[in-house]
């Protein structure tokens, strides 16, 4: 991960003041034009994460990533994964590999200190071959969640949507819709 100083991971009653506000430097500086200012409290309207990455290079924060678990429907069935959003670097270090890094983190902590059966994320076309390199597979399945625009209305998609192996094996990953009961992430 080139010049990284650090990389940890901390549950939301973890993080401090100062955390917010690096975090608000780093979404503002990719997002503002789009969603406004950064709010910890609506994160522009997704899941909220329980388990955070944090990556820093000499105090600033250059990279971060969330997780957090929840039952969803899939097919017939229910499975627990542990949702993957609000990955971003910051622009100067991308290529860095520090986005291999925190999924690499995320997934172990899935296998250890938060389980979950999968990992799973939705992504924009452009990104699923950064996600594939970390060990994502693409499903092709319907996804249904809450739209973040409203968080009330009810959509489907066809994805992007990818899953990877957390306490199961991918091959266990069941077939039909994915329904998240809820926002994604």
Known sequence: MGRVT???LRWTTQLSASDYADMAVLFDSEYEDEWGPWNP???YGYARGELHCLVRDGGNLVGYAASARRFVAVGKGEVVVAGI????????TRGQRIGHGMMSSLQEAMRGDAPAEFGLLGCREEVVPFYQSCGFVLVESLIRD????????????????LVCAGTKSIEAWPAGTIDLRGLPW
């Open 85 to 92: 959003g609000g990955v971003l670097t910051a622009a100067a």
């Open 146 to 161: 809450v739209s973040p625009r409203d968080a009330m209305t009810v959509i489907e998609s066809a994805g992007p949507t």
């Open 41 to 43: 409290k609506q994160g």
């Open 6 to 8: 650090s990389l940890e």
